[in-house]
């Protein structure tokens, strides 16, 4: 995929919906936190400090953006490239605040595995997205027996500046996302599933970080990736941005603001080679969520703030075929390094929405990029105090 | 509805599938168990032993049977005839075996409540219905501005008479469902979403089956509803029947024999009027699955055993719109009959499910009615032996 | 431990009150469920019917029989005869009924092991229990650096027979239990932790039974203990006895008679030789409740409900001192039958604790042993009605 | 109580220890983090802004300071003046990480109420404190029948600077916190259940901070009281003191330096007048590990971090002796400002234990107390930076 913007071209064409629409603002000078630098915690970030730094690990994204008032899409998050549903990984989901439809939950943590990839899209289209991805993995070749699939599907409410009753992610949204994801590169910002979210009143969406631990520590790496749609008080770095707030621009009436409150969602999924049974994934899952609260979240009320983990280390894999799997295990006194990574990766994945997305008009008004002319100068300034 | 097999031909009018199909055995003399002299348990019954002795609760059926091989459907269950999403039920979801694909799980966790009807289906079509069940709510009028909903779909695996992977379910199929349901008597067996299933090698399907508790225990009801598609060894009042068993006759290949094993799932419904909690009716669910025991299952790996209870009960329920609920509880002390009630109907509605369930023929094979004929004397020689 | 009668004398003389008491009527003709021909379920059993037929597996009990009132004990399990806090077995507990006080819960949920042995007691001695293990464990060779260790001890409530409030249970007692635990036959009945236990209105205390799978599914046993000190409707083999009450025999007052209703509690413990990790331990340990279901209970809100299960597999324990575990692990499907011997084992084991507790005089009246002379031809009428 | 050292002189003479030992350095100087100018979020205080703020929370500290190696206590948290048992309060248990020895935890999820004061102590002295809770609360009046008690103790693990493994909390300081315990100003650091503990390789303890929210959300208070005992990057008001840490002095061998990593606990304990019930009070009081978060917590392996919240409110409260209870709850919608103040409180309240925490020398060495001269000029040159 050269780059984001020609992908979400291909989608509009393969919709038949290729006549003009108006182009969200791409800047493409907008900076990763890092490249701007704003650096959080203390490890050292994987190569390209993303998701697919974890290696197998694909990453694909459908924009869904059509005329004045469709602002959505689907990622689509596959483990390794071999067929899943015979070389099974490892999974675990946990659940910070389940106001959300996460799909598949139920069965993950009885068996403790994946054997789909994992989508994210809008809340009104989790259930299409799910019908559309068992029917992509039903059509493989070796499939042709299986009767029964788990697809594992997140959302956040991206109902602001998309149509969202309008429901209009379609199947080949989502088997485009399947067929492109790549493991270069993760696009980051107002893509994919983060098309149409807003995040501390800001437009969010997509993010993606990484950790890799030293040698001495296994050597293993964590990515994250977000879909950022929630709020809070604005925390970069534990400095809370008090004082640098959007204007609410109504576009219809009194109502139509964007979500003034922490009301909204995250999801978060969390990549690592290490090998990692369920009850570590879960473990290692549980600790996003302090990521998620370093950035000024109390996980408010109507915020479907979710986890899921998986493990692509080989030795932890699962076929179906046999009556037993030898593993090869972490300790469970090993994984506190992997617990930093994780807090770290998550925050800095979410600071990599706010910064990389932009501006977005869309269905019930305009929602602003973080502005990040007056946010840098205050983060530097607090980094200039520290010693 | 004047008896299930005209709803039937509107769904199949409905559909544009009215050319002659073999219509399933439907032979009106399959008894009910209680009828049969088959009676479970010491409390009485409702006055229709069924769920929709809970007052308000309706049900409704549409039943998916086309060609050879389609042989599927789909049940609703409302817990009042009200608006759902506004006048929300408390709710509870128990999983004995999480090997399934119930929706809506982790919202209701958290929140507590419904604020959909419940549908079940067959496992491949849980998404299509699930989105089929939001529009038609949101399409309800004074849901113009709601742009979430927390859909509770749960499924059983009806792979065996029905093509499952052709997903024949649709959206025009879940409407009728929730728009005939009604407080009527309910029909069982082979119809709805109990059109493909299989329970213990025999023809499963649904079932149903109430208790009320005396005036003295504060004179509630507690309604089961069943979708049987699981195994074990066929237990009956106690008494398992390991002489009668199932002949596997094969249709297409050596593989191609009913479920021998447990696997399949079981979907459970609970209604009350007893007003309970989410709380209370965790614990009141978590006891519907030792009724699934008493018939000789012992949750088996691929079954997916799932408990959705609710209380209809008016002093528990919640609107959205004030900032404080009033309730009327049921303390703990006072659940122990209720317990009591919701393990006996559980295995008269599994025991109803068989004895009503009639042989059918469809995918990939002919699936038995269970054969009263051969079990009834079994079962009055047991009784005769009771003291 | 030559037979149960000597190890008591033993306790008794520890404890300074060798003075004459009522010993309880321990006729040795009680015999086992099957051995007065009540079989339970299809599958065989091991060599003794018994925990202890899982390799390593040791049970000790130390019987607190005092004057008229102390009628207590406990009962210690030990997974093998090692150093179990450097060769951790993995663990799961499973809560039918949470209404009890089993210590050391969360941190086997989160941890996924065993670092201790188990014990079982009476409700309000349980953390002198714990006190008492963790003074014994700590004062083993090696364990001189170890400041923190988490004990796993359970409880039913044994208040109608034994002066709970006295809170008789010491240290040299749970020291006893744990020194003289066993590979032999396991004592049951009115033993240790089963000393002041009642069940259905009947005396209940100890039970135990095993399970073992032909080769073709592995070979593995499944071994099972109970405490019994529940209820509901007795129910033994499928056949509900409910011409085969106790007689209310007060003794002191209206009040002072043995529980009337499925209030109590009963504790299972569940081992296993098969390779599991926790979270296939957590998915048979969910089974065991089935067992207890079909003996009548519905659990009751004042019952506990617990399952305590490990496996002793030298494939799956840890050592705390490596940072990877090597595993082999079954998989989930090669659970199944492993699920129909822990359903079967526990309601064997619960039966066993019936037929060999003996009748026993306490605190607040009297428990008669279940009257076997009525029981076992009501049984065998039943078994010859069948085909 | 007039102050904590003629309180804890008490401790020591009622246990017969009343020799002279080497007083903790109890520089009345220490402020709390406010009175030094730390301000924690945007919510205002109590005016106490202490867990005591919650009408009718009374805390009591037994200190156990003996010798040169004996540094240990526990801290009671009464709920309400009134009689626990009759009058329960609905509560729940949240676990951020499982590590650890908290009794009750079962019992408080299945019935979602607290029937005992919550004590806090070191690790190997829990079961000890349960049992003298117990026997203290069963030899109140009216207690005479009841034979069943849930105690909750929670603990983190003092052994570095207590000699751990001589148990040396004793019935009598348990009964001593009890008796004292008061709605009164409570006493922070180095006292009562943190006489021991360390966090940050800083001496912690006790530490406590409240949040009262306008009536326009409710003008309900929730109030926080920590046991602060684990580590990470310690970060305050969201910056990191990389810069700050301790020398780490070792007293008897290279391996007795204080805790260098994030191992070791901390127990929460949140209380508020808002009307909750149990399942809301869970939501409560998971986002009080948010809170531990933001202080540069990852929850490390072998911290148990623990969080026990209630409610106080009269119209929740649950007489044992009715077969309903009428309860005016908060509805889902309400708890996001609830929410916020927890996430401030918790914060506060660790920086608070920190802040009023003492010098320490003890069993394995010294622990110094977090220095203020170099911390405060950090913190506000960071504020200065702010605009």
């Given at each position: 995929m050269a780059n984001w913007r020609s992908a979400w071209l291909l989608v509009v064409v393969a919709c038949g919906a290729a006549q003009a629409v108006e182009l969200p603002d791409t800047s493409v000078e907008r900076p990763r936190a890092r490249e701007a630098g704003v650096v959080i915690g203390l490890l050292p970030t994987g190569p390209r400090n993303a998701i697919v730094d974890v290696p197998g690990v694909a990453v694909g994204h459908a924009t869904v953006f059509e005329g004045d008032a469709i602002r959505t899409g689907v990622t689509a998050i596959l483990p390794h490239p071999g067929d899943l549903y015979r070389e099974r990984v490892p999974a675990a989901i946990v659940i910070g605040n389940g106001y959300g439809k996460l799909l598949g939950v139920s069965q993950v943590a009885e068996l403790g595995e994946l054997e789909t990839p994992i989508l994210l899209t809008g809340t009104l289209g989790v259930w299409r997205a799910a019908d559309a991805l068992v029917g992509w993995q039903l059509a493989k070749p070796g499939m042709e027996e299986v009767r029964s699939l788990n697809p594992v599907v997140g959302e956040t409410n991206d109902g602001y500046l998309n149509d969202i009753r309008a429901r209009p992610l379609r199947a080949e949204h989502v088997v485009h996302a399947l067929e492109i994801a790549s493991t270069?590169?993760?696009?980051?910002?107002?893509?994919?599933?983060?098309?149409?979210?807003?995040?501390?009143?800001?437009?969010?969406?997509?993010?993606?970080?990484?950790?890799?631990?030293?040698?001495?520590?296994?050597?293993?790496?964590?990515?994250?990736?977000?879909?950022?749609?929630?709020?809070?008080?604005?925390?970069?770095?534990?400095?809370?941005?008090?004082?640098?707030?959007?204007?609410?621009?109504?576009?219809?009436?009194?109502?139509?603001?964007?979500?003034?409150?922490?009301?909204?969602?995250?999801?978060?999924?969390?990549?690592?080679?290490?090998?990692?049974?369920?009850?570590?994934?879960?473990?290692?899952?549980?600790?996003?969520?302090?990521?998620?609260?370093?950035?000024?979240?109390?996980?408010?009320?109507?915020?479907?703030?979710?986890?899921?983990?998986?493990?692509?280390?080989?030795?932890?894999?699962?076929?179906?075929?046999?009556?037993?799997?030898?593993?090869?295990?972490l300790s469970n006194e090993s994984m506190s390094p992997l617990f930093d990574a994780v807090v770290e990766a998550t925050e800095e994945a979410i600071i990599n929405s706010l910064f990389r997305a932009t501006t977005t008009r869309g269905h019930r008004g305009n929602v602003p990029a973080l502005p990040l002319e007056r946010v840098l100068p205050r983060l530097r300034r607090a980094v200039d105090a520290a010693p």
């Open positions: 270069d590169n993760v696009q980051e910002g107002a893509i994919g599933a983060g098309t149409g979210t807003v995040a501390f009143g800001w437009k969010g969406g997509i993010g993606t970080s990484s950790r890799r631990l030293d040698e001495g520590q296994g050597g293993h790496t964590v990515g994250v990736l977000v879909q950022s749609n929630y709020g809070g008080r604005l925390t970069i770095g534990g400095m809370a941005l008090d004082d640098v707030r959007p204007e609410r621009t109504a576009s219809r009436g009194a109502n139509d603001v964007p979500p003034a409150t922490g009301d909204g969602s995250i999801m978060i999924v969390v990549a690592t080679d290490a090998p990692l049974d369920d009850r570590l994934l879960r473990r290692l899952a549980a600790r996003a969520l302090l990521g998620v609260g370093r950035t000024g979240s109390s996980m408010s009320n109507g915020s479907g703030d979710y986890v899921i983990a998986f493990s692509t280390a080989r030795e932890v894999r699962r076929s179906g075929d046999t009556a037993r799997h030898a593993q090869q295990l």
